[in-house]
C-alpha cells in the first residue's frame, strides 16, 4: 500500500468522471517545502505564517521575512501559496511577546486581533508578504476574522503598506488574492456580507469546530464534543460553500478534517473546490478522489446534510469508505 501512494505522486487527483481536484499542503517552515513536494502537492493552501516567528528569539525584520516568503514562493512556483499572516494567541505563542494572561485565551486576544492592535507588527509582516510577492503565485489571508470591520480594517493597512514600498522603488505584485479563514461561527452567520469583500474563502474546521461545538479543540476531556460530523459543523460549511459559489468565488477547506479521505469525498460532494492538509495525507487523499465521480459525492454529500444526528452521519459515511476500499 505503500508504494502505490508513492506511485501517486505524480498522478492528478482526478475523479473517475474527469473532475481535478485541487490538493494543496499546509505548511509552516522551509522544511515542510520538500515533504510537501514528496507528496504531489498542488502549492500551499495554507502557510502557518507563525511557525516562524514561534522558532525565534526576536520579532524578525521586514528583510528577514522577505527572504523567508521568497523562499517557500519560488520554492512551488508556478503554484500558488496562501500565507497566512500571524495567527498566535490561543495556544500558540512567541517566546518573545508577552501577552495579558486570560482566563480564556481561544477567547481572548488572539490571531488577526493581535495584529489589527499591533499594527506594528503587522506593518512589518505585510511589508514582508509584499516584497516577496513579485517571486511566484501568492495569495494573502486572515486567520479569526468575525466581521466586515476588520476585512475594512486589514485593506486600510494593506494599501498603505503597498504605498509605501511603493514610494520606496519596490516591485510589488498586484495581482495578490486576498482571502479570510472562515473558522467562526459569526463568519459563517454573515458569509454572504464578508464574501463581497474577498477573493476566496477558506473554511478553518479545526477552529470551527471547536467555536461552534464550544469544545477546546485540545481538550481530550470535551473529545467527543469536537466531532466534525455534527450536523451544526456540516451545515456550516454547507452554507460557506453555497454562498462562495453564488457569488463565483472559491472556497478551500484547510483544516485536518479533509484529511480522512471520505470526509474530502464529502466535502467535494458538497462544492469544495480545493483543499489543503498536511501533506502526508494527501496520497490517501488523491486515492479516494481517483476512485469515485462526482455524482457519487454529491449524493454522499446530499444525505448527509438530510441526517439529523453525528451518530447517523458517522455511519453512513464508514458504509460508503467501506465501498469505496
Ligand atoms: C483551522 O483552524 O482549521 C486551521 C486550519 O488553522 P489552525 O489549525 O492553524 O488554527
Ligand atoms: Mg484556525
Same mark, same amino acid.
Request: net charge negative; with cysteine; aromatic share 8%.
Given at each position: 500500500?505503500?508504494?502505490?501512494?508513492?506511485?501517486? !505522486?505524480?498522478?492528478?487527483?482526478?475523479?473517475?468522471?474527469?473532475?481535478?481536484?485541487?490538493?494543496?499542503?499546509?505548511?509552516?517552515?522551509?522544511?515542510?517545502?520538500?515533504?510537501?513536494?514528496?507528496?504531489?502537492?498542488?502549492?500551499?493552501?495554507?502557510?502557518?505564517?507563525?511557525?516562524?516567528?514561534?522558532?525565534?528569539?526576536?520579532?524578525?525584520?521586514?528583510?528577514?521575512?522577505?527572504?523567508?516568503?521568497?523562499?517557500?514562493?519560488?520554492?512551488?512556483? +508556478?503554484?500558488?501559496?496562501?500565507?497566512?499572516?500571524?495567527?498566535?494567541?490561543?495556544?500558540?505563542?512567541?517566546?518573545?511577546?508577552?501577552?495579558?494572561?486570560?482566563?480564556?485565551?481561544?477567547?481572548?486576544? !488572539?490571531?488577526?486581533?493581535?495584529?489589527?492592535?499591533?499594527?506594528?507588527?503587522?506593518?512589518?509582516?505585510?511589508?514582508?508578504?509584499?516584497?516577496?510577492?513579485?517571486?511566484?503565485?501568492? !495569495?494573502?489571508?486572515? +486567520?479569526?476574522?468575525?466581521?466586515?470591520?476588520?476585512?475594512?480594517?486589514?485593506?486600510?493597512?494593506?494599501?498603505?503598506?503597498?504605498?509605501?514600498? %511603493?514610494?520606496?522603488?519596490? +516591485?510589488?505584485?498586484?495581482?495578490?488574492?486576498?482571502?479570510?479563514?472562515?473558522?467562526?461561527?459569526?463568519?459563517?452567520?454573515?458569509?454572504?456580507?464578508?464574501?463581497?469583500?474577498?477573493?476566496?474563502?477558506?473554511?478553518?474546521?479545526?477552529?470551527?469546530?471547536?467555536?461552534?461545538?464550544?469544545?477546546?479543540?485540545?481538550?481530550?476531556?470535551?473529545?467527543?464534543?469536537?466531532?466534525?460530523?455534527?450536523?451544526?459543523?456540516?451545515?456550516? %460549511?454547507?452554507?460557506?460553500?453555497?454562498?462562495?459559489?453564488?457569488?463565483?468565488?472559491?472556497?478551500?477547506?484547510?483544516?485536518?478534517?479533509?484529511?480522512?479521505?471520505?470526509?474530502?469525498?464529502?466535502?467535494?460532494?458538497?462544492?469544495?473546490?480545493?483543499?489543503?492538509?498536511?501533506?502526508?495525507?494527501?496520497?490517501?487523499?488523491?486515492?479516494?478522489?481517483?476512485?469515485?465521480?462526482?455524482?457519487?459525492?454529491?449524493?454522499?454529500?446530499?444525505?448527509?446534510?438530510?441526517?439529523?444526528?453525528?451518530?447517523?452521519?458517522?455511519?453512513?459515511?464508514?458504509?460508503?469508505?467501506?465501498?469505496?476500499?
Amino acid at each position: 500500500k505503500q508504494r502505490e501512494l508513492e506511485e501517486l !505522486r505524480d498522478l492528478p487527483a482526478v475523479t473517475h468522471d474527469g473532475h481535478k481536484v485541487i490538493l494543496r499542503a499546509n505548511i509552516g517552515l522551509l522544511s515542510d517545502i520538500r515533504i510537501a513536494h514528496a507528496n504531489g502537492a498542488d502549492g500551499v493552501g495554507l502557510y502557518r505564517s507563525e511557525f516562524p516567528y514561534m522558532a525565534r528569539a526576536c520579532f524578525p525584520t521586514r528583510e528577514e521575512l522577505f527572504s523567508l516568503y521568497r523562499k517557500v514562493l519560488e520554492g512551488f512556483a +508556478p503554484q500558488s501559496v496562501t500565507i497566512r499572516t500571524l495567527d498566535i494567541g490561543g495556544d500558540k505563542t512567541l517566546p518573545y511577546f508577552t501577552t495579558p494572561k486570560e482566563d480564556n485565551p481561544f477567547m481572548g486576544w !488572539r490571531s488577526i486581533r493581535v495584529s489589527l492592535e499591533r499594527e506594528d507588527i503587522f506593518r512589518v509582516q505585510l511589508a514582508g508578504v509584499l516584497l516577496a510577492s513579485p517571486y511566484g503565485k501568492m !495569495r494573502l489571508m486572515f +486567520p479569526m476574522v468575525s466581521s466586515i470591520g476588520e476585512i475594512w480594517q486589514i485593506k486600510n493597512i494593506l494599501g498603505e503598506v503597498r504605498e509605501e514600498l %511603493i514610494r520606496e522603488g519596490q +516591485p510589488v505584485a498586484d495581482d495578490i488574492q486576498f482571502g479570510i479563514m472562515v473558522e467562526l461561527p459569526a463568519a459563517v452567520q454573515t458569509a454572504h456580507i464578508l464574501i463581497k469583500e474577498v477573493d476566496f474563502f477558506s473554511i478553518g474546521t479545526n477552529d470551527l469546530i471547536q467555536y461552534t461545538m464550544a469544545a477546546d479543540r485540545n481538550n481530550p476531556k470535551v473529545r467527543k464534543y469536537y466531532d466534525p460530523y455534527q450536523p451544526a459543523v456540516i451545515h456550516s %460549511i454547507k452554507r460557506v460553500a453555497d454562498v462562495a459559489h453564488a457569488a463565483g468565488k472559491p472556497v478551500c477547506i484547510c483544516g485536518e478534517m479533509a484529511a480522512e479521505p471520505i470526509n474530502a469525498i464529502l466535502l467535494f460532494g458538497m462544492g469544495i473546490d480545493e483543499f489543503s492538509l498536511a501533506a502526508p495525507s494527501i496520497p490517501a487523499v488523491k486515492r479516494a478522489f481517483r476512485l469515485v465521480d462526482s455524482a457519487t459525492a454529491q449524493e454522499i454529500a446530499r444525505q448527509v446534510v438530510a441526517l439529523e444526528s453525528a451518530g447517523a452521519i458517522r455511519a453512513l459515511l464508514e458504509e460508503a469508505a467501506a465501498r469505496l476500499n
